[in-house]
């Protein structure tokens, strides 16, 4: 009896050291996988470490982090074990449904020898490894569930034991830990480009940079940052709260979108416009139909906007979003969405203000010029051209008062020119309302490209106050033409635009060598057709010494409607 009592004694021993042994290599193993799921503090690497660490320190044949998105089910799914081609056969990642749900619903350890026989187990889809052993653990980042590792198959046939449902809840607990600091870290990242993308655009806007291009840096830097597919920036108009209009937009965008209007109270931007605060839709099919953008969203499926606003002053709207099949934004990305929504609407106006500035500085400048003109230079020509009619009144010589008159000619000429140059200072290039004086001016600027001629311009009578606003679009159109035609050889163009209480002119002249038949054929229709239904005519006479003359006259009140 006493050596077989020994016996049992050795035997029991040996499986108290065999027990002791790898219960110390569980700890050893426990240490290493805390250590490396600590490793870093990028969150996707961290989360596929976990997974990693958790699978080898139970030795599991597979293993998963689920991790749970705002609306509980299962945002992304982290898996090892598996090779890709056996990833891409099982098709889309599980969302949460069956016994994955049951650690969602009820966030508690779960061991299970066959998890076939769980009542809330569905099976497994076509593809899938066949699984049996099962140990599922949460993952929480201080009261919140972040998600849940889920082990299967421990090698060997075996089941897991209490002791390795420990192991993993005490790393789960470290892991918790770790996913916390990637995520700060991650957010920190975060709310750092996003400052340097709010620098680059108020940086951008404040040297300079057109409006539109800084509303599509705005839309670019939120689609790169957010993650998102596409967006828009909807702008409010002046005086008209209750709309917004599409000023710039990226990504799969049809260029429809330019200009589209919607009312505020709109399903896409309501809420952010009624509560200032950014908004999440997951589901666009919910509220593509009403909206006022429906054809531009045909493809997307998640939206997240923020309102473009200083102080309590809601500028516009900046509306990001994601194509069907990806995830929703979450509720992290709001307030650095906002932020740059905000900041960027502060730029904007900060932008605006220092271009008005300018605008008055170019303005007080510019009447300065022009009185300096009018006062000094031609006061002096008039002086001028006084005293040699005065001359030329007393010569006898009829050839030397030819050339007097001419001069005197010339020097009214110059005066004419002046008093125009006067009128283009005083009329800024970025006024709501463009007087025909300016626009024609910027029409025989934007020639000069065309033609390779800088034209002699003569502009008077009350073109600003007489000219409709039909008959001026008309005159646009036709000068814009007669600049960019049949200058062939000229090295001299005349414009000439001359206004009365009933009749507008415009003439065009050069000394080139003549017109093309054809080409004058098809325009002379188009023009004078536009005459005719104006109520005026076109003429096309050459000159003497060579080059032509074509001369468009309206009455200054179209009869046609505006």
């Not at 399903?267 to 997951?282: F, N």
């Amino acid at each position: 009896m006493s050596r077989l009592r020994l016996s049992e004694l050795i035997t029991e021993l040996s499986a108290h050291v065999t027990e002791l042994l790898g219960a110390k290599n569980q700890i050893q193993g426990l240490v290493n996988a805390v250590m490396t799921v600590s490793a870093g503090l990028a969150l996707d690497p961290t989360l596929h470490r976990i997974a990693l660490a958790a699978t080898e320190l139970v030795d599991a044949e597979y293993g998963a982090l689920g991790v749970l998105g705002p609306d509980g089910t299962l945002s992304s799914f982290v898996t090892v074990g598996l090779d890709e081609a056996t990833r891409t056969a099982m098709g889309p990642l599980p969302t949460g449904h069956g016994l994955l749900g049951t650690l969602i619903a009820d966030p508690e350890p779960l061991r299970l020898a066959d998890l076939s026989d769980h009542p809330t187990s569905v099976g497994f889809p076509q593809h899938h490894p066949p699984m049996r052993t099962f140990l599922g653990v949460p993952v929480r980042i201080r009261d919140e569930v972040y998600g849940n590792l889920y082990l299967t198959d421990k090698r060997g046939g075996r089941q897991f034991s209490a002791d390795d449902e420990v192991v993993v809840e005490a790393l789960a607990a470290a892991a918790g830990i770790a996913v916390d600091n990637a995520r700060l870290f991650e957010q920190a990242t975060q709310r750092q480009r996003w400052l340097e993308a709010v620098t680059e655009v108020t940086t951008d806007l404040m040297s300079g940079m057109d409006q539109g291009e800084a509303l599509k840096l705005v839309a670019v830097r939120a689609v790169d940052l957010a993650d998102a597919d596409a967006a828009l920036v909807l702008l409010t108009p002046p005086g008209r709260r209750d709309r917004r209009v599409v000023h710039a937009w990226v990504g799969g965008i049809d260029a429809s979108a330019d200009g589209r209007e919607i009312p505020s109270d709109d399903p896409l931007i309501a809420d952010v416009i009624a509560g200032g605060a950014p908004v999440i839709e997951t589901d666009l099919a919910r509220t593509r139909a009403d909206s006022g953008l429906t054809d531009l969203l045909v493809g997307f499926q998640h939206s997240m906007a923020a309102a473009m606003r200083s102080g309590e002053h809601i500028h516009g709207v900046l509306l990001l979003l994601r194509g069907k099949g990806r995830q929703p934004f979450v509720t992290g990305q709001l307030p650095l969405l906002a932020s740059f929504g905000s900041q960027a609407s502060l730029a904007l106006q900060l932008a605006g203000e220092q271009t008005r500035s300018r605008q008055l500085e170019l303005v007080i400048d510019h009447d300065r010029i022009g009185r300096d003109l009018h006062d000094h230079v031609i006061q002096r020509l008039f002086g001028t051209g006084l005293r040699l009619q005065g001359i030329a009144s007393a010569v006898s010589d009829p050839e030397h008062r030819r050339r007097l008159k001419a001069g005197i000619g010339e020097i009214d000429d110059m005066i004419r020119e002046i008093r125009t140059s006067i009128f283009d200072l005083q009329a800024p290039a970025d006024t709501v309302e463009v007087s025909l004086r300016r626009r024609l001016l910027d029409v025989i600027v934007g020639g000069v490209d065309a033609t390779a001629v800088q034209p002699t311009v003569r502009i008077s009578g009350l073109v600003d106050t007489r000219v409709s606003l039909v008959v001026a679009d008309h005159a646009i159109a036709v000068l814009r033409v007669l600049l960019t035609s049949w200058h062939s050889d000229a090295t001299e163009v005349m414009v000439t635009v001359e206004a009365t209480d009933h009749l507008l002119v415009v003439e065009v002249s050069d000394n080139g060598t003549g017109l093309d038949q054809n080409a004058v054929d098809e325009s002379m229709r188009h023009l004078g057709n536009e005459a005719r239904e104006l109520g005026g005519e076109c003429t096309v006479i050459p000159n003497d010494q060579g080059g032509t003359t074509v001369r468009w006259t309206w009455p200054t009140r179209s009869s046609s409607p505006d």
